[in-house]
């Protein structure tokens, strides 16, 4: 039973930068696929970026390549995510998956477990 707990939202200005987290228990993440995703407030969610076993295989959408950065630490067993250069439109609730089968996607079906998010507000 893999749980998984993100961290790291807050309210920043235009411009500025947060780091999320995606914290694991129950298992490891070491072989699996884990994906971003964003919600923004009335709209669908959507996969903003994933990365693979050992960093394989790592993908940005375009609203977010160039300022977003997905890593991951195995001896911590979290995935993170810097977020640079935010913008307004960057606003809403992240949240981070996990694909047992390490398929490297974008789609929500693909992902078998999901953190409960956390929310960014990105405003002047």
């Not at 903003?48 to 001896?75: C, H, M, P, Q, W």
Request: proline share 2%; net charge neutral.
């Amino acid at each position: 039973q893999l749980q998984l707990v993100e961290s790291g939202g807050g309210l920043v200005q235009p411009g500025g930068s947060l780091r999320l987290g995606c914290a694991a228990s129950g298992g490891t993440l070491d072989s699996y696929t884990v994906g971003w995703f964003h919600q923004a407030p009335g709209k669908e969610r959507n996969g903003i970026s994933y990365i693979t076993e050992a960093g394989r295989f790592i993908g940005y959408s375009n609203l977010v390549k160039g300022r977003f950065t997905i890593s991951r630490d195995n001896a911590k067993n979290t995935v993170y995510l810097q977020m640079n250069s935010l913008k307004p439109e960057d606003t809403g609730v992240y949240y981070c998956a996990v694909d047992t089968w390490d398929r490297g996607g974008w789609g929500t079906h693909l992902y078998d477990y999901w953190g409960q998010g956390t929310q960014v507000t990105v405003s002047s």
